[in-house]
Structures are given as structure tokens and as C-alpha cells.
């Protein structure tokens, strides 16, 4: 054993161990993981030390599909029906006064949201088009930079009002992929040409060689499915594993054969669906007079089919979705209610949805291992399950070895 360590944390309760277990850290990484129970020699040097009291510790929750950029805009926007075209209008109306400082701001207020409860890294889509330009994309940058310390964010320049239309925006795209965007995205339902748009976005995705995350099938219509071109560019231009779609609430309105077909078409195209529970059930089904439809579709399912699945918060206070705490283990929470999961193994699979499965998306490795990155966060829980069941408090967080939040541990106190 190494005679120093930057930090150690004691009597954590981590997977794959039954017992607690010591985490020992230098130079950003984990150098040991020791048996809690064993005496620690006097003579190691710690320069800090955080006792776990048996709280269970992982690596973190992986947004995989936020909007900071119009966050915290409710009292800006009128809902009157609840519709998405109207969350679109409501939003655009908005974008058209967004300054620099005004979404550094915002987005700030949700990042910090989203650090203390446990979120490491996220993927934000930055609307990028003349009502904006690139005023979103330049604070969202900042705010990247300002908060790199704590979270990962990774950028995707984002057509949301439509492409085909607008030569303007296909400019400015580039522009932002020119200037430190990671990734391009589309959402061919809002575009008077669908399958055109899904093929400019690939174009610009091979162009700057980037990787691509559309909005699709946003409706509770069965047909005319976005996923079959899809999967056509996506084997074209060999990009699989490459591609990730959000929402897709037209699955959960499909027939188990049209369901499967399409299941297949994923699988064999290597595309990652993310489901968003609340704005997915708040936008969704207000056509029907009774026995509302969920439109959430059934990651579970898919999961067993050998897709790559997540869950993520989508939108926070706006129009889209009028409530949100950045908390991706309520996120979670929610989709288990919904899609009424109960066993232990099935709360597992919705927990990697919002851990492993989301990094992986992200292209991260999270793992709490000898050499891995000294990542962590500390949950008010004894295990996976207990996390998504509870919805655990996250306690403290460290990023590299370092520290970068503490949420107090609540008691009862009787007089």
C-alpha cells in the first residue's frame, strides 16, 4: 500500500462487494479498494477522508438528454393546452429574447441542480437557428467550461424549428460544430420534409464526424414511423452505434408486431433510444376523454432485445415540462411506476439506464475499479435497487478525487 493518499473514503458500500469497503485515491484515480474492517496503518499520509457510514457509493447518473437552454422559462410562457406544438410556439416566442447572460444563467441554475443530485456528466441540446443564432450555444459553452470541475457537458447543435426550410440554420449548425459542439441534432416531425432533414443532419454528421441524436415520433400516432430512414442512413453511412433517438413515443401506440419489426430495426442499426417520463406524459394523450394513454415507451422490453436504453429529464420548468429538480433517480423512479416494474432485476436495468447505459452513450467509463477515474457519488441508500426505489438522497460527490458537493444527511430530532 501506497504510504499516502490524496483521499479515503471509509465504509462504503459499493456493487460486487457484500461488506463495506475503503476507497483509496492519488493523482485523480483510485489506487485500492481495501476491506473496511482492516485497521488502517498510522503511518499513511491522508489528506482527506470521507466516512461513507455505509452508504452506498457509485459512480454517478448520466444525463443523456437535457434542454439548458430554454430551462426555467415557465413564467415566460402561457400553456393553455398542453399540446407540443404549442410548447414549440410558446418556446419560440421566447428564444427570440434569449441573451448570452440570460441562458448562462439559467442553464447555471440547472447544472447545479443536476451536480447535487448526482449527475457527472450530461448531453444538452442547444437550439441553433436565427431566432438564436449563436448566443444559447456560446453561454451553454461557458457554462461547460465554468463547471468542468463537477459535470461533463457535451453539446449538441440542435435544429429544433426545422432545416430544410432554412438555409440559415444549416449555417449556423456548422458554425457551432466549427466552435467546440460535440455532436449534431435533429427532429424531422417539426420539418415540412422529414426524410430530407434526417439526411442533411447526417451529411453534416459525416462532414464534421460527429455523432447524431434526433427528437423523433413524437405523437401517439402508429404510423409513419421515422425509424425505418433512420436506420437506412444509419447503415448506409455506417454509422452504427453512432445514432441515439429521443422519445419515440409512436412505439408505445404500436401494435406488438409493428412494435417488434421496429425493435429489430434498432438493434440491427446499433441505435440508443432515451425515454423522457415526464415530458412524454405530460405533452401526451390529451385527445382522450378517458383511459389517457401513457405514451411512455417500454425501455425494459427493449433492453432485453440487446438495445442500449436510457432515461433522462428532457426538459426543467418550461413549457414542454412545467416541473423538474434535475433528479435522475426520480426521473427513474417515475419511468418504474409507469412502466410498472417491481423486481429487483428490473430495477437494475432501469438503474444502468441512468448510470452505465447513458454513460455509454456519452462515451464514458464509469466504473469504481483499481486505475478508474475517482468518481463518486454517495447515496442515502444500501444498494442499486434501494436508489431507484427510495429515491435515494445523494449525499456528497467527488470528481478526480476532489469533492464538488454535500447535501447534509437529514435526522430526526425529538424533543
Request: net charge negative; charged share 25%.
Amino acid at each position: 500500500m501506497n504510504k499516502k493518499a490524496d483521499l479515503l473514503i471509509t465504509n462504503a458500500m459499493i456493487n460486487d462487494y457484500e461488506s463495506p469497503v475503503n476507497i483509496w485515491v492519488n493523482d485523480h484515480k483510485i489506487a485500492k479498494i481495501t476491506n473496511a474492517n482492516k485497521s488502517i496503518s498510522n503511518d499513511i499520509l491522508i489528506k482527506k477522508k470521507y466516512d461513507a457510514a455505509e452508504q452506498f457509493v457509485c459512480s454517478g447518473f448520466y444525463e443523456s438528454h437535457i434542454h439548458l437552454d430554454k430551462a426555467c422559462i415557465l413564467e415566460r410562457c402561457t400553456i393553455e393546452e398542453g399540446t407540443l406544438d404549442e410548447a414549440v410556439t410558446e418556446t419560440g416566442k421566447a428564444k427570440e429574447s434569449f441573451s448570452e447572460k440570460d441562458v448562462y444563467q439559467r442553464a447555471s441554475r440547472v447544472i447545479e441542480m443536476a451536480i447535487k443530485k448526482g449527475t457527472m456528466g450530461l448531453r444538452t441540446f442547444v437550439e441553433t437557428d436565427p431566432k438564436t443564432e449563436l448566443r444559447s450555444f456560446n453561454a451553454i459553452k461557458k457554462v461547460r467550461d465554468d463547471y468542468n470541475f463537477a459535470i461533463d457537458i457535451e453539446i449538441c447543435a440542435f435544429a429544433q424549428e426545422g432545416l430544410t426550410q432554412d438555409e440559415k440554420t444549416l449555417h449556423l449548425l456548422k458554425l457551432a460544430l466549427q466552435n467546440g459542439a460535440n455532436l449534431i441534432g435533429g427532429c424531422p416531425y417539426k420539418d415540412e420534409n422529414p426524410d430530407q432533414h434526417i439526411e442533411m443532419i447526417f451529411d453534416i454528421a459525416e462532414e464534421f464526424n460527429v455523432n447524431v441524436d434526433f427528437h423523433l415520433d413524437f405523437d401517439l400516432n402508429p404510423d409513419n414511423s421515422s425509424i425505418p430512414k433512420i436506420v437506412e442512413e444509419t447503415k448506409k453511412r455506417k454509422y452504427q452505434g453512432r445514432v441515439s433517438i429521443g422519445h419515440v413515443t409512436k412505439l408505445s401506440a404500436m401494435s406488438l408486431t409493428q412494435k417488434s419489426r421496429m425493435t429489430d430495426y434498432l438493434k440491427e442499426a446499433d441505435i440508443t433510444l432515451t425515454v423522457l417520463p415526464a415530458t412524454d406524459l405530460f405533452l401526451n394523450g390529451r385527445d382522450y376523454g378517458k383511459l389517457i394513454p401513457r405514451g411512455v415507451v417500454d425501455a425494459n422490453t427493449l433492453a432485453q432485445k440487446g438495445i442500449n436504453t436510457t432515461i433522462s429529464s428532457n426538459n426543467i420548468l418550461n413549457a414542454f415540462t412545467p416541473y423538474g429538480d434535475a433528479s435522475l433517480v426520480r426521473m427513474a423512479n417515475m419511468y418504474a411506476n409507469i412502466a410498472q416494474y417491481s423486481k429487483d432485476e428490473n430495477i437494475i436495468e432501469i438503474y444502468k439506464m441512468i448510470t452505465h447505459n447513458a454513460a455509454k452513450l456519452l462515451s464514458h467509463q464509469i466504473e469504481i475499479d483499481e486505475g478508474a477515474h475517482a468518481n463518486f457519488v454517495v447515496l442515502e441508500a444500501k444498494n442499486a435497487t434501494d436508489v431507484i426505489r427510495t429515491i435515494a438522497q445523494p449525499l456528497a460527490g467527488f470528481k478526480n478525487g476532489k469533492q464538488t458537493f454535500a447535501n447534509d444527511k437529514a435526522f430526526i430530532l425529538n424533543p
